[in-house]
């Protein structure tokens, strides 16, 4: 059975853990960055924040199944307006990948945005991810723009639905 936990930079376990899972779903780092997962990959998960967001308005949680961490999620509350959600990261390791769980994250990232007060959720994908870009397509987001940013490998594509 699929469980959540939040996952907290304060505890070294879970960024133990996050570093596995991101070391488990390795394809995805080198498909954006062309590199490894690295320890500093998953405490900047943990902690990092947009300016003038607070650790109250982010969300990241580990999908687990018997104990094992299987899955992550980032989400930060109003960003970069207040009436939408930015989901920065749903990723599971390559052994538990097109299951099911990926659409499983995106109705808990739906119900966050919404016990959040948001009407909108929001997402960037980087172009050399087409898979990625594919699935986020059928769960009904549209392109809004496109942006460079220097440490991906492709042009960042900025998505957002109605929820």
Request: net charge negative; charged share 20%.
């Amino acid at each position: 059975m699929l469980s959540l936990r939040q996952l907290s930079a304060s505890n070294p376990q879970d960024i133990d853990a996050l570093l596995l899972l991101f070391e488990q779903a390795s394809d995805y780092f080198h498909i954006i960055e062309d590199r490894p997962p690295e320890y500093n990959d998953a405490y900047l998960t943990l902690t990092e924040l947009p300016l003038l967001k607070g650790i109250e308005d982010k969300r990241c949680m580990g999908f687990y199944l018997d104990h094992l961490l299987v899955g992550c999620i980032d989400m930060i509350r109003g960003y970069p307006e207040t009436h939408i959600a930015y989901l920065g990261l749903i990723l599971f390791s390559e052994n538990y990948q097109r299951q099911g769980l990926g659409k499983k994250g995106v109705e808990y990232a739906t119900q966050m945005s919404k016990s959040w007060g948001c009407t909108m959720l929001r997402l960037a994908v980087i172009e050399t991810n087409q898979l990625a870009f594919s699935f986020w397509q059928r769960q009904g987001f549209k392109e809004i723009y496109r942006k460079s940013l220097l440490q991906y490998t492709g042009q960042a594509i900025v998505m957002e639905r109605h929820i």
